[in-house]
């Protein structure tokens, strides 16, 4: 079994001799952000501790018949989502993700099951960045009566933090007048519009590179989504996740630590 220093080593031997970055990332990205990963009911009711109250979990709030059943109240979750993270700067380590690819070829390709944006914010090109769960800074119908996906910039969000509810008139859609919802995959979700999403996964077909490396930041195993992704391409992989670092692949190497704190330690080596 290597060591940590020597699967740290291999990370910056990878990343040096790549024509390319492929960063894939889960929740834990965020967390040295400041971000809350939601692990488990009670993780979710200290952030969320009015849905606790309504008995209402992550699961029961994050899907499309919440907005029916409990409308400001599911406002109220993704209206505090929206501002939390219009506000929240993104940690010094997208930074040093931002200089290794501006030093590539090919620079980099994101995938991403997260909603927050951050990866734009951190300067990351759009037509770079696979969000394959959608973001919470577009909208849709909740219908949806059309294939309309709109930005939220103009949403003003105005929420009662007490009670986790959502004080306003509820956001209506501008062609049929029915609610509208953020263009996030939710659990039972047979509504999500996915053609933002498409068209992100054609710019990423004709993306011309040949020797990338990947970079997966604290993506569990829980919705697993980019783990897979990660896994099915022929590349190096670097496998960035505290509790959940193993991969049994002899071209992948797993580090057990949060995001900011390996891609730091691996800085160190490249410079």
């Not at 103009?154 to 209506?172: F, G, M, R």
């Not at 498409?198 to 195993?221: C, D, F, K, S």
Request: glycine residues 8%; contains cysteine.
């Amino acid at each position: 079994m290597s060591s940590l220093n020597e699967n740290l080593k291999q990370a910056a031997t990878w990343i040096a001799d790549a024509d390319s970055l492929i960063i894939t990332a889960g929740a834990g990205m965020g967390v040295d952000s400041g971000l809350p990963d939601f692990r488990g009911p009670q993780g979710f009711w200290k952030a969320y501790p009015a849905l606790g109250r309504h008995n209402l979990g992550f699961e029961d709030i994050a899907c499309p018949e919440s907005f029916h059943s409990h409308p400001r109240l599911a406002w109220g979750f993704y209206g505090h989502r929206l501002a939390l993270y219009r506000d929240t700067v993104p940690h010094s380590g997208f930074s040093l993700l931002k200089r290794w690819a501006d030093t590539k070829p090919h620079g980099a390709f994101i995938y991403t099951s997260n909603v927050d944006g951050q990866f734009q914010k951190a300067g990351f090109s759009e037509d770079r960045i696979i969000e394959c769960h959608g973001s919470i800074h577009h909208l849709q119908c909740l219908t949806p009566c059309s294939n309309n996906i709109r930005p939220a910039s103009n949403l003003k969000v105005y929420i009662d933090s007490a009670n986790s509810e959502w004080l306003t008139s509820l956001p209506a859609c501008p062609d049929c007048g029915e609610m509208v919802r953020p263009n996030i995959l939710m659990f039972n979700d047979c509504e999500w519009l996915p053609h933002r999403l498409q068209a992100q996964q054609a710019h990423y077909q004709q993306w011309p590179a040949l020797r990338p490396v990947v970079i997966e930041l604290g993506a569990g195993t829980t919705i697993p989504s980019v783990r897979r992704f990660g896994e099915s391409l022929s590349a190096p992989l670097i496998r960035i996740n505290p509790r959940e670092s193993e991969i049994k692949n002899p071209q992948a190497v797993g580090l057990p630590m949060g995001a900011l704190e390996a891609l730091q330690a691996i800085n160190r080596l490249l410079t």
